[in-house]
């Protein structure tokens, strides 16, 4: 039988991108939109520094397309050798393994969606700002879309802290994962709060 | 003649059956004359004394496999009323009728409820889950054992390698490798081992091989299903933080590969 393999060390991978830098990413991309909440200027202000940044198109590229990439595509591979069993075994941590996979294959598509209906049409010529999000979300179909995959994003990063935590061994003792299953609740309840008020003040 | 009062109080069954590897599956009813504090196996011989199914006719008496018949070997697992659980101790008197009674559907079946378990041992085997102690000359006792390990180590000792949780395992299955709790168990065990901990690199290099234990998925339902109680989560994060240690030791280099 073989020995170590390359599978070990990109399931290593992928839990340590969904965190770094995809988790930091997050907070802070919902945290720029947040300042929507505070006028349209301040948004436009915050979303303008983020899309100067000196080699803004190298950071993308480094930060956010290739890791989102490689982790959606193999979290989908992932997702899929599953066999879910939620109907005879429905504790809480079988749920949250299954809502992970669904939560993430949504996150995958919206985000899909989002990249091209936003930073797509800026190399189209667009302008990403207040007016932009204000458009899409003013149709009700992409304001659901939005709201949804807000929070299935957000889901899917504060269970993936979860099991974070146990792939890279920090949490062992059940009492430990017990906290960390509050924690990231907590988590959930807070980042995706933040980011529902930043869509509704689009709306 | 006289006629004293029959005992009409009898026991439903549904059983899926399969005749051979290959062939599929189907359900037989079968209802059996009650006994007072059957469990499931004794139900099984009633009906391989009499194989005869609700409807009156004649079948095939139904397989299954068992040994101990005190939950201590593991081989009578299958899975009834939806529980995969051993069925020596699963009484009958506690169970809705029909009662269902299903093989394991991780595992091969070789016939009815009997199972192919050869995935698990495999991976056993793989992952090297004993102390090795032979050798040309005679190695003298081993290091003693703290207590604090000893308790640890009796408590995943007392794996039967039954099968439960991979069963219950949602990425267990015929689409991925994984091997499931028992083993990633059984490597915390040796490798806490004073003498088995001399080869822990072997065993963890194993863990981190094809179906190692990355591909755990957290979903939790095996050291909710162990029917001996074993803490197979706390095993697998504990093998999760090891394996970390060991990727970076290997990788940056290290004099303490080995405790």
């Known amino acids: 039988m073989s020995n170590q393999d390359s599978g070990f060390y990109i399931r290593r991978l992928h839990s340590l991108l969904g965190v770094i830098p995809l988790g930091v990413f997050l907070i802070q991309h919902l945290l720029v939109n947040f300042t929507a909440t505070y006028s349209e200027e301040a948004f436009n202000f915050a979303a303008g520094i983020m899309g100067n940044l000196p080699f803004v198109i190298l950071l993308e590229i480094f930060i956010i397309y290739l890791p989102i990439l490689f982790h959606g595509i193999y979290g989908i591979y992932i997702a899929f050798t599953a066999k879910n069993n939620v109907g005879r075994y429905g504790t809480y941590r079988n749920w949250m393994f299954l809502l992970q996979r669904i939560s993430g294959v949504i996150a995958f598509i919206f985000i899909a969606v989002h990249v091209y209906q936003t930073r797509i049409q800026v190399f189209l010529g667009e302008e990403v700002n207040f007016q932009m999000v204000e458009q899409i979300v003013a149709n009700p179909f992409w304001l659901v879309f939005w709201i949804v995959g807000v929070v299935a994003t957000v889901f899917h990063f504060a269970n993936g802290l979860w099991t974070f935590m146990i792939t890279w061994g920090i949490t062992q003792s059940p009492k430990s994962q017990q906290i960390m299953s509050y924690v990231a609740i907590f988590v959930f309840l807070v980042i995706s709060t933040i980011g529902l008020m930043a869509i509704f003040a689009f709306v | ?259």
Not at chain 2, 15 to 40: D, G, H, L, T, V
Not at chain 2, 57 to 66: C, E, F, L, M, Y
Request: proline share 6%; with cysteine; charged share 20%.
């Open chain 2, 1 to 259: 003649m006289s006629t004293t009062a029959t005992e009409t109080k009898t026991i439903k069954l549904s059983i899926k059956r399969q005749e051979n590897p290959e062939a599929s599956s189907y359900w037989e009813e079968f209802e059996i004359p009650y006994r007072p504090n059957m469990n499931i196996i004794s139900a099984l011989m009633e009906i391989q004394r009499n194989p005869v199914n609700a409807k009156g006719q004649k079948t095939t008496a139904v397989t299954w496999d068992a040994s101990c018949l005190e939950e201590v070997c593991g081989a009578c697992s299958m899975v009834i009323n939806g529980n995969a659980r051993q069925s020596c101790t699963a009484l009958v008197d506690q169970y809705q009728q029909p009662i269902k009674l299903e093989p394991m559907s991780t595992f091969p079946v070789v016939r009815d409820l009997q199972v192919d378990r050869s995935f698990m041992f495999d991976n056993l085997k793989r992952v090297q889950a004993w102390v090795p102690i032979d050798g040309t000359y005679d190695l003298g006792p081993g290091p003693r054992m703290p207590e604090k390990k000893r308790q640890i180590a009796y408590e995943l000792s007392k794996c039967m390698s039954c099968g439960v949780c991979l069963e219950v395992c949602p990425n267990v299955n015929n689409k991925s490798k994984f091997m499931g709790a028992a083993p990633i168990s059984q490597v915390r065990l040796f490798n806490l081992h004073p003498t088995g901990s001399m080869t822990k690199n072997e065993r963890l290099d194993a863990l981190m091989g094809t179906g190692g234990i990355a591909e755990c998925g957290m979903a939790q339902n095996c050291v909710e299903a162990c029917p001996k109680g074993i803490p197979l989560t706390t095993s697998i994060a504990s093998m999760q933080r090891e394996t970390t240690f060991h990727m970076f030791k290997s990788f940056f280099g290290s004099d303490h590969e080995v405790n």
